[in-house]
């Protein structure tokens, strides 16, 4: 029974630390798309479902195209890189911030490979990059499965890393539990988190972000059936003290409020 309870905690906990790592990026790769059109004299007006650029189509350039729409997807890759390094020095640590640095490891990855892989497919966001680089469909079907393996295998390298963030609950992960952990730590707040953010959306609901979210399965995949074959894990002999994050659930809801409200309405960023 205390166990299933840790379980509910560890979900709650990590549901509202995706949904706050989700969003924090969001805000910061969305400033730097306006920075960039700014530099391009472009002005935009950002929803949470899509960016209005105020240009007429045959003012665009090849270069304010490759910096504007490649800005966020690098930008997220260049994050996901600093707080994989910053997560590399506190990794034995059992604070639970801890879990919000692993998300947004991992959301910044997805994004990344996401926008290529998706990107290509529909012709949207990052894969105009790709059509200005003059890449013919069978190139475009090349980026796109070379994104999906390299997120499998970005799952595949961080799988025993994800396991260490149960320190933070658990005095030892041994057997299926490591399984379970991953289920409740990661796949399940990823779904829900996901969830939330499309209901969040409705009416006006992004089908290309959505699939971007979606590449996430992609890197969780491995992930979860590699977590059984890793050697069991013992971290501390007593049990750690275990709650729910208010604050985290309430920075959560505050930037809901925000993503929905605030760039519901739009804002704009002036030239």
């Not at 400033?31 to 189509?57: E, K």
């Not at 801890?98 to 991992?106: A, E, K, P, S, Y």
């Not at 699939?211 to 069991?232: E, N």
């Not at 013992?234 to 993503?259: H, N, Q, R």
Request: glycine letters at 6%; aromatic letters at 16%.
């Amino acid at each position: 029974m205390l166990k299933n309870r840790v379980y509910l905690l560890i979900f709650l906990n990590s549901l509202f630390y995706f949904l706050c790592a989700y969003f924090i990026l969001f805000f910061i790769s969305r400033i730097s798309v306006a920075v960039s059109a700014s530099a391009f004299s472009i002005p935009v007006r950002i929803y949470y479902n899509t960016i209005d650029y105020l240009i007429r189509s045959s003012d665009w350039t090849s270069d304010a195209v490759s910096v504007i729409f490649g800005t966020g997807p690098l930008l997220c890759l260049i994050l996901g890189l600093v707080f994989l390094i910053v997560y590399t020095k506190v990794e034995s640590e059992t604070g639970i911030l801890r879990i919000l640095l692993v998300w947004l490891i991992i959301i910044s990855v997805v994004t990344f490979l996401g926008e290529i892989i998706i990107g290509a497919l529909m012709n949207q966001g990052f894969g105009y990059v790709i059509m200005y680089l003059f890449i013919m469909d069978t190139g475009r079907v090349v980026v796109t499965l070379l994104g999906g393996i390299l997120l499998f295998f970005a799952g595949l390298a961080m799988s025993r890393v994800l396991l260490y963030t149960a320190n933070t609950y658990l005095p030892d992960l041994k057997g299926f539990d490591k399984t379970k952990f991953i289920i409740y730590q990661y796949l399940f707040p990823y779904m829900a988190g996901i969830l939330i953010i499309q209901l969040v959306e409705i009416p006006k609901i992004s089908w290309f972000y959505t699939l971007i979210r979606l590449c996430g399965i992609i890197f969780l995949v491995p992930v979860l059936t590699r977590s059984a074959s890793h050697q069991d894990i013992c971290f501390e002999e007593e049990i750690p003290e275990v709650s729910i994050s208010w604050k985290a659930a309430a920075a959560a809801l505050a930037m809901i409020l925000i993503y929905r409200v605030v760039f519901g309405f739009g804002i704009k960023f002036l030239q």
